[in-house]
């Protein structure tokens, strides 16, 4: 993992619980395989991984002769699973399912205070410093009766909707992987992607980022969104063409929760730092702060099912990662 991850990952009580899981060296960080002990390399049976960990190819499994298993303590595994971990046989684990309940929680915010228009009507307070006519200025805005559409019933997709059943608000969903049946079975209703959009006064994307999704959020579909609808993206930066959603944004006539972006990290001038009709934050709906160790003692509760035999409980497997973010 990254030497920032690995600083902050490993709290006190993980650091107690590991070393009784396995035989291991909680201070030792691993970031180039060519450049670890090779004799260390050569008996290691599980890896430990986190954000920033060097990418599992067939050089680095050359190195890891005892290679069986693979816990990353975080959410996807894209960036350093290869295929040929599958080939060896060696399995994965995932805290993916850690991971997402942040961004779910994170999102449910941005959906509740986006029908309210908190972040409107707090920045006019602070302009005018004065009360203003609510009833007027909230007509045909709140939280009920109100439609959200979400795209992706990826496993954050998934535990939004969840999270928004309490509510009185009617949840679409597009996902092609998705029946009728199972749709019902989650409470949504399903639609093609263009009529969702239409129909929705938020619209959450949670997506995979994959060639296919790169820039389906073009300018013909930001289009159809509805007058005074919000777009919220915790997803990927690449699955909304960025140039197309500026131009919308810019005649005032949508809102949008932008929390990441392609590039990763605006340049200074973009306006997304500066449009009023924007909350833009720098990929922070995922795990941050205390929530770290909560993923790491999901990884470690799935090191101590490896050891004693037991199948991990959110393993991770090559077809997962054509549906995961």
């Not at 060896?88 to 997402?100: D, K």
């Not at 300018?219 to 609808?229: I, K, P, V, Y």
Request: aromatic letters at 6%.
């Amino acid at each position: 993992m990254g030497a920032t991850v690995h600083r902050t990952l490993l709290e006190a009580a993980a650091l107690e619980r590991l070393p009784r899981v396995a035989d291991t060296d909680t201070a030792l960080l691993v970031t180039d395989y060519r450049a670890a002990d090779p004799q260390l390399l050569a008996r290691t049976e599980v890896l430990f991984t986190h954000w920033g960990s060097p990418l599992l190819d067939e050089d680095a499994l050359r190195r890891l002769p005892a290679l069986k298993a693979v816990v990353h303590a975080a959410g996807s595994v894209k960036h350093h699973i290869t295929p040929a971990v599958w080939e060896r046989g060696i399995t994965v684990s995932s805290a993916a399912e850690a991971n997402a309940r942040p961004v779910a929680e994170f999102t449910l915010a941005a959906i509740l205070f986006a029908n309210k228009r908190v972040l409107d009507s707090a920045r006019r307070y602070r302009r005018e410093r004065t009360a203003y006519e609510l009833l007027p200025y909230f007509a045909g805005y709140g939280n009920y009766r109100r439609t959200v559409g979400i795209v992706g019933a990826s496993r954050i997709g998934r535990r939004v909707i969840e999270l928004l059943r309490p509510f009185d608000l009617d949840v679409l969903l597009y996902d092609p992987y998705v029946d009728a049946q199972e749709a019902a079975a989650l409470g949504v209703c399903p639609l093609p992607l263009d009529e969702l959009v239409s129909r929705s006064d938020v619209v959450s994307i949670h997506a995979p980022q994959l060639p296919e999704t790169h820039h389906m959020f073009d300018a013909q579909l930001l289009g159809r969104l509805a007058d005074g609808a919000t777009l919220v993206n915790t997803a990927r930066g690449s699955l909304v063409d960025t140039d197309a959603l500026v131009a919308e944004l810019r005649t005032g006539r949508i809102h949008a929760v932008i929390d990441v972006t392609d590039p990763e990290e605006p340049p200074a001038g973009s306006p997304l730092f500066t449009l009023p009709n924007v909350l833009l934050t720098p990929h922070i709906a995922g795990s941050l702060g205390n929530e770290l160790s909560r993923m790491a003692h999901w990884a470690i509760d799935e090191v101590e099912r490896y050891a004693h035999g037991r199948p991990f409980a959110h393993g991770v497997g090559p077809d997962e990662l054509l549906r995961s973010a």
